[in-house]
């Protein structure tokens, strides 16, 4: 089982509706959770970060969190022809390496997501 | 301020060549990550530096795959004798460590093809 999963999609919605992203981790650790936008041929791009549960809200996008069932989500509002792009759930945890402790992202295989007109 | 810059942007590389890829991170940022993204695929870690010194070098797939950062800003990672398998984008990250906010900022990547 891979450290984080993403629904595979592809995923199509039409101009104007909500794309909804979701997004499992098996370590129970993790801390931090991050959505990162990567267009095509482009390099990924930081949108949202999530700390604690519940809704995180910035303009069209909302972040959820559930650490007990292990859980997140993006939510894309009035979704835009402009927002079809893999879409990259990371996730932070703790590794150990020569007796320092350091943040450590984990990234799931990514959603592509495709608004249509 | 300048993001995280790459260089080559593309590199092709017949099978057997060296090749070596620069990553500048954000002036300031005492971590810097590299990763290979393959396509279709998320990034996958190869390893990390705090400042100078590469904490974590266990993402490396082979002892072909090398990387340093000698002064703690600027780092190189080497591949030699390049194999097919090693086509990919190589991703450079870097973060500015603080108790509560851990973000990683990317740089435009190399890609690679091995021919």
């Known amino acids: 089982q891979k450290e984080v999963e993403q629904n595979s999609g592809p995923l199509s919605v039409p101009e104007g509706a909500i794309a909804s992203l979701n997004c499992t981790y098996s370590d129970r650790g993790s801390q931090s959770f991050f959505w990162y936008r990567q267009y095509s041929g482009k390099s990924p791009e930081l949108i949202m970060s999530?700390?604690?549960?519940g809704d995180k809200e910035d303009g069209r996008f909302t972040a959820q969190l559930n650490k007990a069932s292990q859980y997140v989500s993006l939510l894309i509002r009035d979704s835009q022809p402009s927002d079809s792009a893999t879409y990259l759930c990371a996730v932070k945890g703790w590794a150990n390496a020569g007796g320092t402790s350091y943040g450590k992202l984990t990234f799931g295989q990514g959603t592509i997501l495709t608004v249509h007109p | 301020g300048a993001g995280v810059s790459q260089s080559p942007r593309y590199k092709v590389a017949k099978r057997g060549q060296d090749v070596a890829l620069r990553c500048d991170p954000i002036s300031g940022h005492v971590s810097l990550f590299w990763y290979q993204q393959a396509l279709g695929q998320g990034p996958e870690f190869l390893t990390y530096f705090q400042n100078e010194a590469q904490l974590d070098k266990s993402g490396l797939p082979s002892d072909r795959f090398f990387a340093e950062r000698p002064e703690g800003s600027v780092s190189t990672l080497k591949i030699q004798r390049t194999q097919q398998e090693d086509s990919a984008v190589y991703l450079c990250a870097s973060s500015s460590r603080t108790a509560t906010i851990y973000e990683q900022y990317f740089g435009p990547g190399t890609r690679l093809t091995v021919t």
């Open positions: 999530i700390y604690s549960n």
